[in-house]
């Protein structure tokens, strides 16, 4: 496998070929989070860094912010449906089962009081897409106030993950090394946050349980 990474094609043939693949990648991972689209924008910008034209870059750009954009707009399209649905929707139901009670009610209540900066934060944030989005369709926002709020959240997520790729490929010579740098760095990024969320978990926990106890230590006293 790592041969047939070294061995990169003709420049013509990445393009004719990555474009397009870049395109239904980030727009197939919109739709379906397990796709991960924050690698696959970051190695195209390894691959693009170390081409000769000139434009190469901005069209990873372009193609991965508008890809994902229309991704996050027909997912949306599709919850509401099943949220103006009696029966619901297996969209929504997927939506659903990937967000905890507890990150969709931070969710809803960030989302009163900064609903765009939300929007380009949980682009941002790994695996805070999803629960913002829902937050969203059970407020009822109109598609056009999402579309408003998400183009700045995409274009930001693009330019993030390009500048990782493009940190790859500066290090290394050899675009196959940049490519597993890339993928590495964002990868660890992506790590991070849910290492922190479970490492946080048990001192919740054990903050909760104190609480009951003074409360209830409070009650047997009264």
């Given at each position: 496998?790592?041969a047939?990474?070294?061995?990169?094609?003709p420049?013509s043939?990445?393009?004719?070929?990555?474009y397009?693949s870049?395109?239904?990648?980030v727009a197939l991972?919109?739709?379906?989070?397990?796709v991960?689209?924050g690698?696959?924008?970051s190695?195209?910008?390894v691959?693009?860094?170390?081409?000769t034209a000139?434009?190469?870059?901005l069209f990873?750009?372009?193609?991965a912010?508008?890809a994902a954009?229309?991704g996050?707009l027909?997912?949306y399209?599709?919850?509401?449906r099943?949220?103006?649905?009696?029966?619901?929707?297996?969209?929504l139901?997927a939506?659903r089962g990937?967000?905890?009670?507890?990150?969709l009610?931070q969710?809803?209540?960030?989302l009163?009081?900064?609903?765009v900066?939300?929007l380009v934060?949980?682009?941002?944030?790994?695996a805070?897409?999803?629960?913002?989005?829902?937050?969203c369709l059970?407020a009822?926002?109109?598609?056009?106030?999402f579309?408003?709020g998400d183009?700045p959240?995409?274009?930001a997520?693009?330019?993030?993950y390009q500048?990782i790729?493009i940190?790859?490929?500066?290090l290394?010579?050899?675009?196959?090394?940049?490519?597993?740098?890339?993928?590495?760095?964002?990868?660890?990024?992506?790590?991070?946050p849910?290492l922190?969320?479970r490492?946080?978990r048990p001192h919740?926990?054990?903050r909760?349980?104190?609480a009951?106890?003074?409360?209830?230590?409070g009650?047997?006293?009264a």
């Amino acid at each position: 496998m790592l041969a047939a990474v070294r061995e990169l094609p003709p420049e013509s043939t990445q393009q004719a070929v990555g474009y397009p693949s870049l395109f239904l990648l980030v727009a197939l991972g919109a739709l379906v989070p397990v796709v991960p689209t924050g690698a696959i924008v970051s190695s195209a910008a390894v691959v693009a860094f170390h081409q000769t034209a000139p434009l190469s870059l901005l069209f990873v750009f372009l193609v991965a912010s508008f890809a994902a954009f229309l991704g996050d707009l027909a997912l949306y399209w599709l919850g509401q449906r099943g949220v103006r649905s009696r029966n619901g929707s297996r969209w929504l139901a997927a939506l659903r089962g990937r967000v905890t009670p507890e990150r969709l009610a931070q969710a809803q209540e960030q989302l009163e009081s900064h609903q765009v900066p939300v929007l380009v934060l949980s682009r941002l944030l790994p695996a805070g897409r999803i629960p913002v989005m829902l937050a969203c369709l059970l407020a009822g926002m109109p598609l056009r106030r999402f579309a408003r709020g998400d183009l700045p959240a995409c274009l930001a997520w693009a330019a993030t993950y390009q500048l990782i790729g493009i940190l790859g490929g500066s290090l290394f010579a050899e675009p196959w090394q940049g490519v597993v740098a890339a993928v590495g760095l964002t990868v660890l990024v992506s790590a991070v946050p849910a290492l922190w969320r479970r490492l946080r978990r048990p001192h919740r926990g054990a903050r909760s349980q104190q609480a009951d106890r003074s409360d209830h230590s409070g009650n047997e006293h009264a």
